[in-house]
T-cell receptor
Framework: SQTIHQWPATLVQPVGSPLSLECTVE??????LYWYRQAAGRGLQLLFY??????ISSEVPQNLSASRPQDRQFILSSKKLLLSDSGFYLC??????????????FGSGTRLTVV | AQSVTQLGSHVSVSEGALVLLRCNYS??????LFWYVQYPNQGLQLLLK??????LVKGINGFEAEFKKSETSFHLTKPSAHMSDAAEYFC?????????FGKGTRLSVIA
């Protein structure tokens, strides 16, 4: 069966520090991968998605970036965190073909607090 | 742009009462719609999905939703609320590859 791993679960970082959040998927090949951010009262904001290695689509211009170095690995990064980067970050995967039929499977999330 | 709108950011019901969470979609949306549930500090879990096979969709935990094209709605219901249903619920629609989510409705269940 397919599983998605996301870590760390919680993170407290000072303003201006770098960030690296990692997400990996097991039990499937060629998944679509997604990063969402959830801020209080603002729902889920799509940050990045990827349909293949090295292919990244950015939905929101900001100081975050994403990379997909391997088929089942998706990394969210920042060189210098801002206070506004605080939130709950969620990784998700979907089938390459048939997202509309099957939807997403989400990781357990990372709670990031920038202080 | 294709989107979904969830009416009511917070809904409170008594235990055993009917749960009704509202979702309306934009008229240009293709017939694929999803409901997800999120428990505190967890990821989202798929409750049910509409893929045009049947207008009444049954999901997990006793939830169901009915697709009504005439009303552009896909409301989520459960006949009898349980304390364990307290969570945040999101309606979603695919826009190209990604899913776009509504702002969510927090459900509180009162004993």
């Amino acid at each position: 069966s397919q599983t998605i791993h996301q870590w760390p679960a919680t993170l407290v970082q000072p303003v201006g520090s770098p960030l690296s959040l990692e997400c990996t998927v097991e039990g499937t090949s060629n998944p679509n991968l997604y990063w969402y951010r959830q801020a209080a009262g603002r729902g889920l904001q799509l940050l990045f998605y990827s349909v293949g290695i090295g292919q990244i689509s950015s939905e929101v211009p900001q100081n975050l970036s994403a990379s997909r170095p391997q088929d089942r690995q998706f990394i969210l990064s920042s060189k210098k965190l801002l206070l506004s980067d605080s939130g709950f970050y969620l990784c998700a995967w979907s089938r390459r073909w048939g997202t509309r039929n099957y939807g997403y499977t989400f990781g357990s999330g990372t709670r990031l607090t920038v202080v | 742009a294709q989107s979904v709108t969830q009416l009511g950011s917070h809904v409170s019901v008594s235990e055993g009462a009917l749960v009704l969470l509202r979702c309306n979609y934009s008229s240009s949306v293709p017939p694929y719609l999803f409901w997800y549930v999120q428990y505190p500090n967890q990821g989202l879990q798929l409750l049910l999905k509409y893929t045009s096979a049947a207008t009444l969709v049954k999901g997990i935990n006793g939830f169901e939703a009915e697709f009504k094209k005439s009303e552009t709605s896909f409301h989520l219901t459960k006949p009898s609320a349980h304390m364990s249903d307290a969570a945040e619920y999101f309606c979603a629609v695919p826009v190209g590859t990604p899913l776009v989510f509504g702002k969510g409705t927090r459900l509180s269940v009162i004993a």
